[in-house]
Protein backbone atom coordinates (compact mmCIF):
# COMPACT_ATOMS: atom_id res chain seq x y z
CA UNK A 1 0.00 0.00 0.00
CA UNK A 2 3.13 2.82 0.61
CA UNK A 3 4.55 2.04 -2.29
CA UNK A 4 1.27 2.81 -4.43
CA UNK A 5 0.82 6.20 -2.25
CA UNK A 6 4.18 6.73 -2.94
CA UNK A 7 4.02 6.48 -6.71
CA UNK A 8 1.14 8.49 -6.76
CA UNK A 9 2.45 11.06 -4.72
CA UNK A 10 5.94 11.16 -7.05
CA UNK A 11 3.81 10.80 -9.94
CA UNK A 12 2.34 14.06 -8.69
CA UNK A 13 5.66 15.77 -8.58
CA UNK A 14 6.77 14.95 -11.28
CA UNK A 15 3.54 16.26 -13.36
CA UNK A 16 3.40 19.40 -10.75
CA UNK A 17 5.10 22.56 -10.89
CA UNK A 18 7.66 22.38 -7.59
CA UNK A 19 9.34 25.31 -6.00
CA UNK A 20 12.76 23.29 -4.59
CA UNK A 21 14.14 25.14 -1.97
CA UNK A 22 18.01 25.52 -1.45
CA UNK A 23 19.64 24.37 1.74
CA UNK A 24 20.96 27.89 1.26
CA UNK A 25 21.05 30.64 -0.34
CA UNK A 26 25.03 30.45 -0.74
CA UNK A 27 26.35 33.49 -2.42
CA UNK A 28 29.95 34.06 -3.72
CA UNK A 29 32.21 35.53 -5.27
CA UNK A 30 29.65 35.67 -8.66
CA UNK A 31 27.07 36.47 -7.45
CA UNK A 32 25.57 33.09 -7.87
CA UNK A 33 23.38 30.55 -5.43
CA UNK A 34 23.58 27.05 -5.35
CA UNK A 35 20.55 25.11 -5.30
CA UNK A 36 21.10 21.53 -3.90
CA UNK A 37 17.86 20.68 -2.31
CA UNK A 38 16.37 20.96 1.14
CA UNK A 39 18.30 19.81 4.49
CA UNK A 40 17.43 19.89 7.89
CA UNK A 41 20.48 18.48 9.96
CA UNK A 42 20.29 19.18 13.56
CA UNK A 43 23.20 20.34 15.35
CA UNK A 44 24.67 22.03 18.38
CA UNK A 45 26.65 24.06 16.15
CA UNK A 46 26.30 28.03 16.16
CA UNK A 47 23.13 28.42 14.45
CA UNK A 48 24.75 30.99 12.54
CA UNK A 49 26.77 28.22 10.62
CA UNK A 50 23.15 26.32 10.78
CA UNK A 51 22.36 26.88 7.21
CA UNK A 52 26.24 26.81 5.42
CA UNK A 53 26.19 23.33 7.74
CA UNK A 54 22.69 22.31 6.25
CA UNK A 55 24.34 23.36 2.50
CA UNK A 56 27.30 21.13 3.22
CA UNK A 57 25.57 18.02 4.02
CA UNK A 58 23.33 18.93 0.66
CA UNK A 59 26.55 18.82 -1.06
CA UNK A 60 27.66 15.56 0.40
CA UNK A 61 24.16 13.66 -0.20
CA UNK A 62 25.08 14.72 -4.20
CA UNK A 63 28.30 13.22 -4.20
CA UNK A 64 29.97 16.35 -4.23
CA UNK A 65 32.69 15.55 -1.91
CA UNK A 66 35.17 18.00 -2.34
CA UNK A 67 33.13 20.67 -1.79
CA UNK A 68 31.65 19.37 0.71
CA UNK A 69 34.53 19.25 2.54
CA UNK A 70 35.09 22.66 1.70
CA UNK A 71 32.01 24.09 2.74
CA UNK A 72 32.19 21.97 5.94
CA UNK A 73 35.94 23.34 6.53
CA UNK A 74 34.37 26.93 6.50
CA UNK A 75 31.61 26.10 9.18
CA UNK A 76 34.59 24.70 11.47
CA UNK A 77 36.53 28.52 10.73
CA UNK A 78 33.36 30.31 11.60
CA UNK A 79 32.55 27.94 14.67
CA UNK A 80 35.69 26.35 15.83
CA UNK A 81 33.66 24.10 18.42
CA UNK A 82 31.43 22.52 15.93
CA UNK A 83 32.48 18.89 16.13
CA UNK A 84 30.67 17.70 13.57
CA UNK A 85 31.66 19.74 10.95
CA UNK A 86 34.49 17.20 11.79
CA UNK A 87 32.31 14.29 11.12
CA UNK A 88 31.55 16.18 7.97
CA UNK A 89 34.83 16.22 6.40
CA UNK A 90 35.48 12.84 7.48
CA UNK A 91 32.27 11.59 5.81
CA UNK A 92 33.51 13.61 1.80
CA UNK A 93 36.50 11.17 2.06
CA UNK A 94 34.23 8.32 2.31
CA UNK A 95 33.32 8.03 -1.24
CA UNK A 96 30.79 4.38 -0.54
CA UNK A 97 29.58 3.72 -3.85
CA UNK A 98 32.50 4.85 -5.90
CA UNK A 99 36.10 3.50 -4.81
CA UNK A 100 38.17 2.42 -1.75
CA UNK A 101 39.36 5.62 0.66
CA UNK A 102 42.86 6.53 -0.48
CA UNK A 103 45.71 6.38 1.91
CA UNK A 104 45.54 10.46 1.58
CA UNK A 105 41.50 9.72 2.16
CA UNK A 106 42.64 7.29 5.61
CA UNK A 107 44.77 9.84 7.03
CA UNK A 108 42.45 12.60 6.78
CA UNK A 109 39.30 10.98 7.39
CA UNK A 110 40.90 9.75 10.46
CA UNK A 111 42.35 12.92 11.88
CA UNK A 112 39.31 14.60 11.56
CA UNK A 113 36.75 11.90 12.89
CA UNK A 114 39.14 11.73 16.27
CA UNK A 115 39.44 15.16 16.63
CA UNK A 116 35.80 15.65 16.35
CA UNK A 117 35.55 13.34 19.41
CA UNK A 118 38.20 14.86 21.09
CA UNK A 119 36.06 18.57 21.09
CA UNK A 120 33.46 16.89 22.67
CA UNK A 121 30.57 16.51 21.34
CA UNK A 122 27.99 18.36 23.58
CA UNK A 123 25.48 15.59 22.70
CA UNK A 124 25.57 11.53 22.48
CA UNK A 125 24.53 11.60 19.03
CA UNK A 126 26.86 13.52 18.01
CA UNK A 127 29.12 11.03 19.73
CA UNK A 128 27.73 8.52 17.75
CA UNK A 129 27.89 9.93 14.63
CA UNK A 130 31.68 10.71 15.05
CA UNK A 131 32.54 7.31 16.45
CA UNK A 132 30.73 5.50 13.30
CA UNK A 133 32.63 6.90 11.03
CA UNK A 134 35.94 6.78 13.36
CA UNK A 135 35.29 3.11 13.12
CA UNK A 136 35.31 2.60 9.54
CA UNK A 137 38.81 4.62 9.45
CA UNK A 138 40.16 2.85 11.85
CA UNK A 139 42.58 0.32 11.14
CA UNK A 140 42.92 1.31 7.63
CA UNK A 141 46.19 -0.49 6.99
CA UNK A 142 45.66 -3.87 8.62
CA UNK A 143 41.76 -4.09 7.82
CA UNK A 144 39.93 -4.90 4.09
CA UNK A 145 37.80 -2.29 3.03
CA UNK A 146 34.84 -4.72 3.26
CA UNK A 147 35.32 -5.34 6.46
CA UNK A 148 35.26 -1.77 7.36
CA UNK A 149 32.42 -0.50 5.70
CA UNK A 150 30.60 -3.35 7.31
CA UNK A 151 31.22 -1.92 10.50
CA UNK A 152 30.40 1.40 9.49
CA UNK A 153 26.60 -0.11 8.28
CA UNK A 154 26.03 -1.79 11.83
CA UNK A 155 27.12 1.29 12.92
CA UNK A 156 24.83 3.33 11.49
CA UNK A 157 22.11 0.82 11.57
CA UNK A 158 22.48 0.81 16.07
CA UNK A 159 22.61 4.97 15.01
CA UNK A 160 19.40 4.71 13.36
CA UNK A 161 17.87 2.51 16.03
CA UNK A 162 18.32 4.91 18.52
CA UNK A 163 17.36 7.83 17.19
CA UNK A 164 14.39 6.60 15.19
CA UNK A 165 13.00 10.16 14.69
CA UNK A 166 16.31 11.42 12.97
CA UNK A 167 15.78 11.12 9.68
CA UNK A 168 19.71 11.75 8.47
CA UNK A 169 20.73 8.95 10.18
CA UNK A 170 17.96 6.77 8.48
CA UNK A 171 19.38 8.30 4.87
CA UNK A 172 22.87 7.67 5.93
CA UNK A 173 22.27 4.06 7.09
CA UNK A 174 20.24 2.99 3.68
CA UNK A 175 23.44 4.36 1.62
CA UNK A 176 25.68 2.08 3.30
CA UNK A 177 23.18 -0.58 3.07
CA UNK A 178 23.59 0.17 -1.09
CA UNK A 179 27.39 0.26 -0.72
CA UNK A 180 27.29 -2.96 0.95
CA UNK A 181 24.99 -4.95 -1.13
CA UNK A 182 26.47 -7.94 -2.71
CA UNK A 183 26.96 -7.70 -6.60
CA UNK A 184 26.00 -11.31 -6.68
CA UNK A 185 22.62 -11.19 -4.55
CA UNK A 186 20.13 -11.42 -7.23
CA UNK A 187 17.02 -11.20 -4.45
CA UNK A 188 18.57 -7.27 -3.50
CA UNK A 189 17.84 -7.35 -0.12
CA UNK A 190 19.95 -4.61 0.53
CA UNK A 191 18.56 -2.61 -2.19
CA UNK A 192 15.31 -3.10 -1.06
CA UNK A 193 15.83 -2.64 2.33
CA UNK A 194 17.18 0.60 1.70
CA UNK A 195 14.38 1.60 -0.43
CA UNK A 196 11.85 0.74 2.18
CA UNK A 197 13.79 3.06 4.59
CA UNK A 198 13.95 5.65 2.19
CA UNK A 199 9.98 6.04 0.32
CA UNK A 200 8.27 7.37 3.58
CA UNK A 201 11.28 9.96 4.01
CA UNK A 202 10.60 11.47 0.80
CA UNK A 203 7.00 11.75 1.41
CA UNK A 204 7.92 14.04 4.41
CA UNK A 205 11.19 15.56 2.35
CA UNK A 206 10.11 15.94 -1.42
CA UNK A 207 12.99 18.32 -1.80
CA UNK A 208 15.70 16.45 0.26
CA UNK A 209 18.64 15.10 -2.42
CA UNK A 210 19.75 12.44 -1.02
CA UNK A 211 16.44 10.58 -0.93
CA UNK A 212 15.81 10.62 -4.66
CA UNK A 213 19.54 9.99 -5.19
CA UNK A 214 19.97 7.03 -3.10
CA UNK A 215 16.24 5.54 -4.52
CA UNK A 216 17.98 5.35 -7.98
CA UNK A 217 20.68 3.87 -6.62
CA UNK A 218 19.10 1.28 -4.92
CA UNK A 219 17.03 0.55 -8.00
CA UNK A 220 19.66 0.64 -10.32
CA UNK A 221 19.60 -2.96 -11.53
CA UNK A 222 16.93 -4.87 -13.97
CA UNK A 223 14.62 -6.06 -11.48
CA UNK A 224 13.82 -2.38 -10.04
CA UNK A 225 14.36 0.24 -11.81
CA UNK A 226 11.07 0.63 -13.20
CA UNK A 227 10.35 1.77 -9.34
CA UNK A 228 12.68 4.51 -9.74
CA UNK A 229 11.99 6.14 -12.36
CA UNK A 230 9.96 8.83 -10.45
CA UNK A 231 12.88 9.53 -8.20
CA UNK A 232 14.91 9.75 -11.66
CA UNK A 233 12.64 12.61 -13.05
CA UNK A 234 12.54 14.48 -9.71
CA UNK A 235 16.52 14.23 -8.98
CA UNK A 236 17.34 16.89 -11.23
CA UNK A 237 14.63 19.54 -10.36
CA UNK A 238 15.62 19.09 -6.34
CA UNK A 239 19.46 19.96 -7.08
CA UNK A 240 19.86 21.50 -10.35
CA UNK A 241 23.40 22.77 -9.90
CA UNK A 242 24.62 19.74 -8.52
CA UNK A 243 26.17 18.12 -12.15
CA UNK A 244 25.95 14.58 -10.31
CA UNK A 245 21.92 14.92 -9.85
CA UNK A 246 21.80 16.12 -13.46
CA UNK A 247 23.51 12.92 -14.56
CA UNK A 248 22.19 10.20 -11.90
CA UNK A 249 18.81 10.18 -13.06
CA UNK A 250 20.06 7.87 -16.58
CA UNK A 251 21.03 5.42 -14.53
CA UNK A 252 17.69 4.72 -14.79
CA UNK A 253 16.81 5.62 -18.00
CA UNK A 254 19.70 3.31 -19.32
CA UNK A 255 18.09 0.68 -17.79
CA UNK A 256 14.76 1.07 -19.07
CA UNK A 257 16.07 1.80 -22.53
CA UNK A 258 15.14 5.35 -22.59
CA UNK A 259 18.21 6.96 -24.33
CA UNK A 260 16.51 10.34 -25.54
CA UNK A 261 15.93 11.03 -21.65
CA UNK A 262 19.31 9.73 -21.05
CA UNK A 263 20.81 11.80 -23.41
CA UNK A 264 19.33 14.80 -22.23
CA UNK A 265 20.21 14.14 -18.61
CA UNK A 266 23.87 14.01 -19.72
CA UNK A 267 24.24 17.17 -22.02
CA UNK A 268 23.04 18.76 -19.22
CA UNK A 269 25.26 16.75 -16.48
CA UNK A 270 28.38 17.58 -18.65
CA UNK A 271 27.45 21.32 -19.53
CA UNK A 272 27.27 21.90 -15.56
CA UNK A 273 30.27 19.38 -14.82
CA UNK A 274 32.66 21.72 -17.37
CA UNK A 275 31.35 25.34 -15.94
CA UNK A 276 31.99 23.91 -12.46
CA UNK A 277 35.91 22.23 -14.14
CA UNK A 278 35.20 19.06 -12.49
CA UNK A 279 36.33 16.93 -15.31
CA UNK A 280 35.64 13.42 -12.96
CA UNK A 281 32.45 14.23 -13.15
CA UNK A 282 31.71 15.15 -16.78
CA UNK A 283 33.88 11.94 -18.05
CA UNK A 284 31.12 9.98 -16.10
CA UNK A 285 28.60 12.03 -17.68
CA UNK A 286 29.93 11.46 -21.06
CA UNK A 287 30.38 7.51 -21.20
CA UNK A 288 26.66 7.35 -20.21
CA UNK A 289 26.60 9.66 -23.04
CA UNK A 290 28.28 7.98 -25.51
CA UNK A 291 27.25 4.79 -24.35
CA UNK A 292 23.37 6.02 -25.18
CA UNK A 293 24.42 7.45 -29.02
CA UNK A 294 25.90 4.19 -29.50
CA UNK A 295 22.01 2.86 -28.76
CA UNK A 296 20.65 5.08 -31.00
CA UNK A 297 23.02 5.16 -33.68
CA UNK A 298 24.45 8.35 -33.48
CA UNK A 299 27.80 7.39 -34.31
CA UNK A 300 28.87 10.77 -35.47
CA UNK A 301 28.31 12.40 -32.17
CA UNK A 302 29.60 9.48 -30.28
CA UNK A 303 32.50 9.47 -32.48
CA UNK A 304 32.94 13.22 -31.46
CA UNK A 305 32.72 12.40 -27.42
CA UNK A 306 35.98 9.83 -28.19
CA UNK A 307 38.11 12.36 -29.08
CA UNK A 308 37.11 15.27 -26.58
CA UNK A 309 37.88 13.80 -23.03
CA UNK A 310 39.21 16.11 -20.81
CA UNK A 311 42.24 14.53 -18.41
CA UNK A 312 40.94 14.33 -14.88
CA UNK A 313 43.51 15.48 -12.04
CA UNK A 314 44.84 13.59 -9.26
CA UNK A 315 42.94 15.95 -6.55
CA UNK A 316 39.36 15.46 -8.26
CA UNK A 317 37.19 13.86 -6.10
CA UNK A 318 35.41 11.78 -8.85
CA UNK A 319 38.92 10.69 -9.85
CA UNK A 320 37.64 6.71 -10.34
CA UNK A 321 34.82 7.32 -12.12
CA UNK A 322 36.40 9.89 -14.28
CA UNK A 323 39.40 7.13 -15.21
CA UNK A 324 37.16 4.41 -15.48
CA UNK A 325 35.20 6.46 -18.00
CA UNK A 326 38.48 7.31 -20.10
CA UNK A 327 39.13 4.13 -20.57
CA UNK A 328 35.78 2.83 -21.41
CA UNK A 329 34.68 5.47 -23.66
CA UNK A 330 36.75 4.97 -26.83
CA UNK A 331 36.82 1.21 -26.04
CA UNK A 332 33.16 1.34 -25.67
CA UNK A 333 32.80 3.15 -29.25
CA UNK A 334 35.07 0.33 -31.15
CA UNK A 335 33.73 -2.03 -29.57
CA UNK A 336 30.15 -1.61 -29.99
CA UNK A 337 30.95 -1.17 -33.83
CA UNK A 338 32.63 -4.71 -34.10
CA UNK A 339 35.55 -2.78 -35.65
CA UNK A 340 37.96 -5.14 -34.24
CA UNK A 341 41.28 -4.47 -35.82
CA UNK A 342 41.08 -0.90 -34.27
CA UNK A 343 40.14 -2.08 -30.44
CA UNK A 344 43.27 -4.46 -30.34
CA UNK A 345 45.43 -1.59 -31.04
CA UNK A 346 43.53 0.88 -29.20
CA UNK A 347 46.61 2.12 -26.89
CA UNK A 348 47.93 0.96 -23.81
CA UNK A 349 47.45 3.36 -20.81
CA UNK A 350 50.24 4.87 -18.74
CA UNK A 351 51.91 2.07 -16.58
CA UNK A 352 50.79 1.56 -12.60
CA UNK A 353 52.49 2.43 -9.97
CA UNK A 354 52.69 -0.17 -7.33
CA UNK A 355 49.52 0.00 -5.55
CA UNK A 356 47.55 1.91 -7.57
CA UNK A 357 44.30 1.82 -6.46
CA UNK A 358 42.88 3.07 -9.54
CA UNK A 359 44.19 -0.08 -11.44
CA UNK A 360 40.45 -1.42 -11.95
CA UNK A 361 39.35 1.55 -14.07
CA UNK A 362 41.96 0.39 -16.97
CA UNK A 363 40.42 -3.23 -17.22
CA UNK A 364 37.73 -2.40 -20.27
CA UNK A 365 40.87 -0.91 -22.46
CA UNK A 366 42.99 -4.41 -21.79
CA UNK A 367 39.41 -6.38 -22.53
CA UNK A 368 39.18 -4.10 -25.61
CA UNK A 369 42.72 -4.97 -27.18
CA UNK A 370 42.26 -8.70 -26.43
CA UNK A 371 38.74 -9.18 -27.38
CA UNK A 372 39.39 -7.27 -30.90
CA UNK A 373 42.48 -9.71 -31.36
CA UNK A 374 40.23 -12.13 -30.96
CA UNK A 375 37.78 -11.15 -33.12
CA UNK A 376 40.37 -10.48 -36.05
CA UNK A 377 41.38 -13.55 -35.74
CA UNK A 378 44.80 -13.02 -34.64
CA UNK A 379 45.10 -16.26 -31.46
CA UNK A 380 48.73 -14.80 -31.01
CA UNK A 381 47.83 -11.37 -30.39
CA UNK A 382 45.27 -11.87 -28.14
CA UNK A 383 46.87 -14.38 -25.95
CA UNK A 384 49.58 -11.34 -25.74
CA UNK A 385 47.09 -8.80 -24.97
CA UNK A 386 45.09 -11.19 -22.34
CA UNK A 387 48.41 -10.88 -20.03
CA UNK A 388 47.72 -7.28 -18.42
CA UNK A 389 44.29 -8.14 -17.85
CA UNK A 390 45.34 -11.53 -16.08
CA UNK A 391 47.45 -10.05 -13.64
CA UNK A 392 44.52 -7.28 -13.09
CA UNK A 393 41.89 -10.39 -12.42
CA UNK A 394 44.65 -11.46 -10.08
CA UNK A 395 45.69 -8.55 -8.09
CA UNK A 396 42.10 -7.60 -7.97
CA UNK A 397 41.24 -11.00 -6.67
CA UNK A 398 44.03 -11.08 -3.96
CA UNK A 399 43.01 -7.72 -2.68
CA UNK A 400 39.78 -8.52 -2.36
CA UNK A 401 38.39 -6.58 -4.63
CA UNK A 402 34.83 -7.21 -6.51
CA UNK A 403 35.87 -5.82 -9.99
CA UNK A 404 37.84 -9.56 -10.18
CA UNK A 405 34.45 -10.77 -11.07
CA UNK A 406 34.20 -8.61 -14.20
CA UNK A 407 37.13 -8.86 -15.28
CA UNK A 408 36.92 -12.70 -15.17
CA UNK A 409 33.60 -12.37 -17.06
CA UNK A 410 36.16 -10.40 -19.38
CA UNK A 411 39.30 -13.38 -19.53
CA UNK A 412 36.11 -15.62 -20.70
CA UNK A 413 34.60 -13.74 -23.44
CA UNK A 414 38.22 -13.60 -24.91
CA UNK A 415 39.00 -17.12 -24.40
CA UNK A 416 35.89 -18.10 -25.69
CA UNK A 417 36.75 -16.14 -29.09
CA UNK A 418 40.63 -17.63 -28.73
CA UNK A 419 38.47 -21.02 -29.28
CA UNK A 420 36.42 -19.81 -32.32
CA UNK A 421 39.52 -18.68 -34.16
CA UNK A 422 41.21 -21.94 -33.54
CA UNK A 423 38.63 -23.88 -34.86
CA UNK A 424 37.08 -25.32 -32.15
CA UNK A 425 33.41 -24.27 -32.05
CA UNK A 426 32.07 -26.55 -29.83
CA UNK A 427 34.42 -25.26 -26.96
CA UNK A 428 33.67 -21.79 -27.86
CA UNK A 429 30.02 -21.65 -27.30
CA UNK A 430 30.44 -23.75 -24.17
CA UNK A 431 33.02 -20.99 -22.67
CA UNK A 432 30.89 -18.64 -24.16
CA UNK A 433 27.78 -20.11 -22.17
CA UNK A 434 29.50 -20.20 -19.30
CA UNK A 435 30.26 -16.19 -19.33
CA UNK A 436 27.27 -15.30 -19.86
CA UNK A 437 25.87 -16.77 -16.69
CA UNK A 438 28.53 -15.30 -14.68
CA UNK A 439 27.32 -12.21 -15.81
CA UNK A 440 23.64 -12.78 -15.24
CA UNK A 441 24.44 -13.66 -12.12
CA UNK A 442 25.94 -10.72 -11.13
CA UNK A 443 25.49 -7.00 -11.14
CA UNK A 444 27.52 -4.22 -12.73
CA UNK A 445 29.48 -1.68 -10.87
CA UNK A 446 27.50 1.66 -10.39
CA UNK A 447 30.31 3.54 -12.29
CA UNK A 448 29.38 1.88 -15.63
CA UNK A 449 26.14 2.04 -17.79
CA UNK A 450 26.91 -0.93 -18.79
CA UNK A 451 29.48 -3.89 -20.81
CA UNK A 452 31.06 -2.50 -23.74
CA UNK A 453 30.47 -6.37 -24.60
CA UNK A 454 27.72 -8.19 -22.74
CA UNK A 455 28.22 -11.59 -22.80
CA UNK A 456 25.28 -12.67 -23.71
CA UNK A 457 24.72 -10.79 -26.60
CA UNK A 458 28.61 -12.61 -27.20
CA UNK A 459 27.01 -15.39 -27.01
CA UNK A 460 23.90 -14.64 -29.62
CA UNK A 461 26.97 -13.53 -31.92
CA UNK A 462 28.83 -17.23 -31.90
CA UNK A 463 25.36 -19.09 -32.08
CA UNK A 464 24.66 -16.92 -35.29
CA UNK A 465 28.02 -17.83 -36.27
CA UNK A 466 27.36 -21.29 -35.88
CA UNK A 467 24.11 -21.24 -37.61
CA UNK A 468 22.14 -21.40 -35.18
CA UNK A 469 19.56 -18.78 -35.75
CA UNK A 470 16.82 -20.16 -33.43
CA UNK A 471 19.20 -20.01 -30.91
CA UNK A 472 20.89 -16.97 -31.08
CA UNK A 473 17.63 -15.25 -31.42
CA UNK A 474 16.36 -17.12 -27.65
CA UNK A 475 19.56 -15.52 -26.43
CA UNK A 476 19.64 -11.99 -27.68
CA UNK A 477 15.91 -11.71 -26.99
CA UNK A 478 16.61 -12.67 -23.09
CA UNK A 479 19.21 -10.43 -22.59
CA UNK A 480 16.79 -7.56 -23.86
CA UNK A 481 14.83 -8.20 -20.77
CA UNK A 482 18.05 -7.50 -18.79
CA UNK A 483 19.23 -4.55 -21.28
CA UNK A 484 16.00 -2.98 -23.16
CA UNK A 485 16.80 -1.16 -26.02
CA UNK A 486 19.93 -2.37 -26.65
CA UNK A 487 21.00 -1.70 -30.59
CA UNK A 488 23.43 -4.46 -31.13
CA UNK A 489 20.96 -7.25 -28.92
CA UNK A 490 17.59 -5.87 -31.48
CA UNK A 491 19.42 -6.04 -34.68
CA UNK A 492 21.17 -9.53 -33.40
CA UNK A 493 17.75 -10.86 -32.70
CA UNK A 494 15.82 -9.29 -35.85
CA UNK A 495 18.39 -10.96 -38.29
CA UNK A 496 18.44 -14.28 -36.12
CA UNK A 497 14.64 -14.00 -36.74
CA UNK A 498 14.87 -13.32 -40.50
CA UNK A 499 17.43 -16.38 -40.82
CA UNK A 500 15.77 -18.49 -38.85
CA UNK A 501 12.37 -17.82 -41.69
CA UNK A 502 10.35 -16.02 -38.22
CA UNK A 503 9.06 -13.34 -40.08
CA UNK A 504 6.60 -12.17 -37.27
CA UNK A 505 9.79 -12.04 -34.64
CA UNK A 506 11.70 -10.57 -37.53
CA UNK A 507 9.37 -7.64 -38.44
CA UNK A 508 8.99 -7.10 -34.57
CA UNK A 509 12.86 -6.67 -33.51
CA UNK A 510 13.31 -4.15 -36.79
CA UNK A 511 10.31 -2.18 -36.20
CA UNK A 512 11.92 -1.64 -32.47
CA UNK A 513 15.19 -0.72 -33.94
CA UNK A 514 13.97 1.76 -36.61
CA UNK A 515 11.69 3.05 -33.54
CA UNK A 516 15.48 3.18 -31.14
CA UNK A 517 17.02 4.86 -34.20
CA UNK A 518 14.55 7.55 -35.24
CA UNK A 519 17.47 10.36 -35.12
CA UNK A 520 20.73 7.98 -36.25
CA UNK A 521 23.26 8.89 -39.07
CA UNK A 522 20.98 8.21 -41.86
CA UNK A 523 23.72 5.73 -43.28
CA UNK A 524 23.65 3.63 -40.21
CA UNK A 525 24.20 -0.45 -41.79
CA UNK A 526 21.14 -1.28 -39.28
CA UNK A 527 19.07 1.18 -40.23
CA UNK A 528 19.54 0.10 -44.28
CA UNK A 529 18.93 -3.64 -43.06
CA UNK A 530 16.10 -2.94 -41.01
CA UNK A 531 14.77 -0.99 -44.10
CA UNK A 532 15.85 -3.18 -46.54
CA UNK A 533 13.58 -5.88 -44.59
CA UNK A 534 10.77 -3.44 -44.95
CA UNK A 535 11.13 -2.86 -48.82
CA UNK A 536 12.44 0.87 -48.45
CA UNK A 537 15.79 0.62 -50.30
Not at 447 to 467: H, Q
Request: proline residues 5%; contains cysteine; hydrophobic residues 40%.
Amino acid sequence: MLRFVFGLFLAFLVFTPVRVECARQHDHESGQSERMGTVQFDTSCSPEVHDEFNLAVATLHSFGYRKSAQLFADVLSKDSKCSMAEWGIAMSHYRELWDPPTEDDLRIGLEAAQKGLSMGPKTERERDYLSAIQGFYQNGGSESHGVRAKRYEIAMESLHSRYPQDSEAAIFYALSLIANAPRNDKTYANQKKATQILEPILLQQPGHPGLAHYIIHANDNPALAQQALNAAQRYSQIAPDSPHALHMPSHIFTRLGLWEESITSNLASVASARKQNLAGDELHALDYLVYAYLQTGRLTEARKLTQELPVVDPGDAARYAGLYATSAIPARYWIERKQWGVAAALPLPSQNSPGDAYASTKATLYFARALGAARFGDIRAAQTAMQPLLSLRDALAKSGNDDADQVNIQLKIVNAWIKWAGGDHSAALQEMRTAAAMEDATEKSPVSPGSIAPAPEMLGDMLLLAKQPKLALAVYESALKSTPGRLRAEYGAAVSAQEAGLRGAAEQHYRRLLTICSHADPDLPELAQANHFFGKD
